[in-house]
């Protein structure tokens, strides 16, 4: 076929700048002609073997997806942080890897940015801006198992749960499922125990070995009359005490101090005795926080405990 005919076919000029390149040769571009177009300053590209972008400038996120499609082949599953993106979450590992699950029988393997995962156990997809996406829970531990930060895998966990993506226990109940997640197990447990974040995880997990009190995580408090006071990162309810992890960037600026300003005057209004503590210093001086802990908690037991209920 001459080139003014192939060149006018709807698959060149209306279609997916993504294309196999057996869809060329379908109609009609010899092979050598695909070969010389994606050649060094060519016109074209081959992102993968077999698949090719119809343009010679770097490809996007979303073209590498449809090629990592197009190589995997039918019923395959996006995965992991490209899986994600697609719900809109934001802490997310970096990685140019687009993970694919595919059937446990299919003969193909990764390439170039492609992950491919052969899986017995393919989640039901929902289709996400046109491509079948595995659930957030398997997505995010997908991403986990991926990933080698693990305060990012902490910051991703938290952000599924705190922007209502999904359930703690749907997280547990993925890794229960993955023989491969015994080792996020540990990154899971505060998200378990309430926390929302990585600075709360870091808290968890220096209260649980500091042996203090009972506490919950973001649970909301109120007065006697039913007024609603506070949700404090960090609450223990058997002396009303109140932990709040506060960061200097978001109390800083002029409607965060303002909100932490009117947060603390409720809590003195309630008799509520609260501590703040800089993320940072969860990790720089644990043992002056767990001092500065049990001090202020020996003066909350040295009042009548206000009468403050939980929601």
Known sequence: MRRGDWARHPLITTGSPVIAAKQLEAIGMARSTISRRCEPGGTWRMLLPGVVLLQNGEPTDEHKVQAAFLHSGADSILTGVRALERYGLRNLPDTEEVHVLV???????????????????????????????????????????????????????????????????????????????????????????????????????????????????????????????????????????????????????????????ARNARYAAAGIVVVQTLPSRLRSEPAKVVAELRAALDSARLRPRPDIRLG
């Open 103 to 261: 059937p446990a029988n299919r003969s193909v393997s990764d390439s170039g940015f492609v992950h491919i995962e052969r899986s017995r156990r393919l989640p039901k997809p929902r289709v996400r801006s046109g491509v079948p996406t595995a659930p957030v829970p398997r997505a995010v531990v997908d991403a986990a198992r991926r990933a080698s930060d693990k305060d990012m895998v902490t910051a991703m966990m938290a952000e599924s749960v705190q922007r209502g993506f999904c359930l703690p226990r749907s997280l547990a109940d993925e890794l229960d499922e993955t023989r491969q997640g015994s080792n996020l197990r540990s990154t899971l447990l505060p998200i378990l125990g309430g926390a929302r974040s990585v600075a709360e995880a870091d808290a968890w997990h220096l209260w649980q070995r500091s042996g203090l009190p009972g506490c919950r995580w973001n649970v909301k408090i109120f007065d006697a009359n039913g007024t609603y006071i506070a949700q404090p990162d960090g609450w223990c309810d058997k002396l009303a005490f109140a932990w709040e992890i506060d960061s200097l960037g978001y109390h800083a600026g002029d409607d965060g101090f303002r909100a932490t300003l």
